[in-house]
């Protein structure tokens, strides 16, 4: 049969050419001032919209009905959104306030576990596009987790108080957000399942209309990703877009709380023959730094050192942590690679154990780090920057279970 045919069909027809013309907009935000001319930085804008386009509709159709729920892998090694950590894993589920569900699996060995019931979205200025914006509710640490010693676990989300481990719910509540947070390589990650407890029957087929809502979604999704980033975070984030090359103070929210983590962005700018020393005291808890791009994008943390956590940093005899922002190896242990960018963003996260460090920068010419860094500095052949790149590809594919 042909177009028309369907009673459906003008309207199924109208909203795909609206989502088109929203994807080609989306495209052209690629070009912004805030990104590099630099070629592979216009590619990683491309990027950045073509992985999360590889995601809109498990968002906004797949995974959508709250009824028939589904863990959803909300980044990976080859999808990457939202300041996303390179050693963390993210995972959502939508939910309902209404519906009572039990997540269940393997607790597994990360070192940082948290699970939030996330409320709805305000609406104004300042809030983030979807599927952000939620406003944590409640929250399920993993210190609080109640797991049987083969290391199974069983959490209800919803309805009366049952059990060890339950998150309630209200009106407003609208997903399910699980992060793991990552120490060492060879952490295991939870394995996680969600269903609905009354569940009664087969998830219906999408209707027209329902398929109609999900293309509008997925439309105002890849364009809302590509408004936001990176303007976002330097008019509500706290990043200092006057101030390049330098962290501005960590500070914790209420929601940071709920989170089980505070955060701070520093943006950087190199050029060819400049590096960057990020330097702080050696602490307690567990801490992350991980180097992105323009868009606030985890770079590629499958093969390349561009993130940090204490069991893989090495530590200077003055109890100093330096790690070295340059654009090829220096042969230092702490290398953090710019994957040949000129612009960029490094997030430092704490998980609220202890106290997040003050962190300093230097920045210096590439030539010159030897007069600058301790003698004692920790330094790696070639041949043992090849043996860590094997150990993090090893380590990340363990997690993400490649």
């Not at 607790?107 to 709805?120: D, E, K, L, S």
Request: charged fraction near 25%.
């Amino acid at each position: 049969m042909a177009f028309g045919d369907g009673g459906d069909d003008i309207a199924l027809a109208a909203a795909w050419a609206d989502f088109c013309d929203r994807l080609k907009a989306a495209g052209d935000r690629v070009f912004k001032d805030h990104n590099s001319a630099l070629g592979i930085q216009r590619v990683d804008g491309f990027r950045f919209l073509t992985q999360n386009l590889g995601q809109a509709f498990d968002l906004a159709l797949e995974t959508r009905d709250t009824r028939y729920p589904l863990v959803h892998p909300f980044c990976t090694p080859t999808r990457k959104l939202g300041g996303d950590c390179a050693d963390f894993t993210y995972h959502q589920a939508w939910i309902d306030g209404e519906s009572v569900y039990r997540i269940s699996g393997t607790r597994g060995t990360a070192r940082f576990f948290n699970i939030t019931v996330q409320g709805r979205r305000p609406d104004g200025d300042g809030v983030l596009h979807e599927p952000f914006g939620d406003v944590p509710e409640a929250n399920l640490p993993g210190a609080d987790l109640a797991v049987a010693p083969d290391g199974d676990f069983e959490i209800f989300v919803g309805g009366p108080r049952r059990g060890p481990n339950w998150l309630p719910t209200t009106a407003d509540s609208r997903k399910v957000f699980i992060r793991q947070g990552f120490d060492a390589w060879d952490e295991t990650p939870a394995r996680l399942r969600i269903e609905r407890v009354d569940m009664g029957s087969p998830k219906p087929a999408p209707t027209p209309a329902v398929m109609i809502e999900a293309i509008e979604w997925a439309g105002h999704f890849v364009t809302g990703l590509m408004d936001d980033w990176p303007e976002f975070p330097f008019t509500y984030g706290g990043v200092d877009a006057e101030h390049p090359n330098r962290f501005p103070a960590v500070a914790s929210t209420g929601a940071d709380a709920k989170r089980g983590r505070a955060a701070v962005n520093m943006h950087w700018a190199l050029a060819p023959d400049e590096a960057l020393i990020v330097e702080f005291d050696a602490h307690d808890g567990l801490w992350s730094l991980t180097n992105m791009g323009v868009f606030f994008t985890s770079m590629d943390f499958l093969y390349r050192p561009v993130s940090y956590t204490p069991s893989r940093t090495a530590v200077d005899s003055d109890g100093r942590v330096r790690i070295i922002l340059s654009h090829d190896d220096p042969g230092y242990h702490n290398w953090m690679d710019t994957q040949g960018f000129e612009r960029g963003n490094v997030t430092y996260r704490h998980m609220l154990e202890g106290q997040p460090a003050a962190l300093n920068t230097r920045l210096i010419e590439r030539t010159g780090l030897a007069d600058v860094l301790p003698p004692d500095t920790a330094t790696v052949t070639p041949e043992q920057r090849t043996a860590q790149m094997w150990e993090r590809f090893n380590g990340i594919r363990q997690r993400y279970r490649l």
